[in-house]
C-alpha cells in the first residue's frame, strides 16, 4: 500500500503534566538503565524491562525500521513473543504505519501515540489494525524515537491492550528520551543498526536443507556476508542465539565452519 498522509499536528508532550515523583521515577530510570549499560556493551534488555516498569505495558521492545527495504526487526525479551508471521504482517502494512510514517519519515523527535494521529476507532477499522495488532492482541502503542536518519529509524516501543498511554505516561517518557539515545549511541547499537541496512536480501537456499525457518533466516544472512551481531539487529534476536543457531545448523549439515554451511545451504 501507498504511504497514508496523516494531517493531525505533531505535538510535543507537556512536561508540564509531571508531577514531582514523575521526575524522581525518570531519573532513577535513567540511573538504572546506566548502571546496566556498564555492565554490558548491549543493554536492550535492561531498556525495555525498566520501560515496562515506567509505563506498565504488556509488550515493549527496541524497533529498528529500515525505510528503504520497508522492513522492521525487533529486540528484547518480548521480541521472541512476535513469530515470523506476525512480522512479516506488520512489514506488510510498514508504509502505512503512523509511527513509521511521524518518526521515519517526518523525523519527528518527539515520543508520539498512534492515537495523537488516528482516533482509536478509525485506528481499529485499519488494515494494519486487523491484520497485525488484532493478530497479536495490542490496541495502544507509544514509540519513542532514539535514532533518526534518511535510511533507519531505532525506536523504543510499548504496547498496551485496553487503555491507551495517558497524556502524563506520554510527557514521562518523552523526558527519558535523551539519555536513552545518548546511552545506546554510547553502546555502539546505532552504529550496528544502520550497517545491518546494507544487502538487505539474503541468497536462495537449497531447498532440501534441514532446517527450521528460523535456522534459514540465520544462515540466509550470514551467506549475505553479515557477521553474528549484524544478523541479530536484522533478526531481532541476540547474537549468542544466532551462535546457537549455527551450532544446530553445523550439526545438521554435518559442517564445522560458516563457510562450509554456507556452500552447503547453497548447493
Known amino acids: 500500500m501507498g504511504r497514508i498522509a496523516y494531517s493531525i499536528p505533531l505535538l510535543q508532550p507537556d512536561p508540564g503534566l509531571l508531577r514531582d515523583g514523575d521526575w524522581r521515577l525518570a531519573m532513577e530510570f535513567v540511573n538504572g538503565v546506566a548502571e546496566a549499560a556498564g555492565e554490558s556493551a548491549a543493554p536492550i ?3 525495555c524491562a525498566r520501560l515496562k516498569v515506567l509505563a506498565a505495558c504488556e509488550v515493549a521492545t527496541l524497533s529498528v525500521c529500515h525505510l528503504d527495504s520497508g522492513h522492521r526487526s525487533v529486540q528484547g525479551d518480548d521480541a521472541a ?3 515470523a508471521a506476525e512480522r512479516e504482517c506488520f512489514d506488510r502494512h510498514f508504509d502505512e504505519h503512523p509511527l513509521v510514517q511521524v518518526h521515519g519519515w517526518h523525523r519527528h523527535p518527539h515520543a508520539q501515540r498512534i492515537s495523537d494521529l488516528l482516533p482509536g476507532v478509525a485506528f481499529r477499522r485499519t488494515a494494519l489494525y486487523a491484520d497485525y495488532y488484532a493478530r497479536v492482541g495490542i490496541d495502544h502503542v507509544i514509540a ?4 533518526q536518519s534518511r535510511r533507519c529509524l531505532v525506536s523504543c516501543v510499548l504496547n498496551r491492550a485496553g487503555r491507551d498511554f495517558s497524556d502524563r505516561e506520554a510527557a514521562l517518557l518523552d523526558q527519558v528520551r535523551r539519555p536513552l539515545a545518548r546511552l545506546l549511541e554510547r553502546g555502539g547499537w546505532r552504529r550496528r543498526a544502520e550497517a545491518a541496512l546494507t544487502g538487505r536480501t539474503p541468497p536462495k537456499l537449497a531447498l ?3 532446517l527450521t525457518a528460523r535456522e534459514r533466516e540465520v544462515l540466509g544472512w550470514v551467506a ?7 544478523v541479530a539487529a536484522i533478526v531481532g534476536i541476540s547474537p549468542r542465539t544466532v551462535h546457537k543457531h549455527l551450532q544446530h545448523i553445523y550439526d545438521k549439515l554435518g559442517v564445522e565452519t560458516r563457510t562450509a554451511a554456507v556452500m552447503r545451504a547453497l548447493g
Do not use: E, L
Open 224 to 230: 549475505a556476508g553479515k557477521t553474528d551481531r549484524d
Open 45 to 47: 534488555r535492561s531498556i
Open 144 to 147: 519513542i524515537p532514539m535514532h
Open 81 to 83: 513473543s512476535i513469530s
Open 208 to 210: 532440501d536443507v534441514p
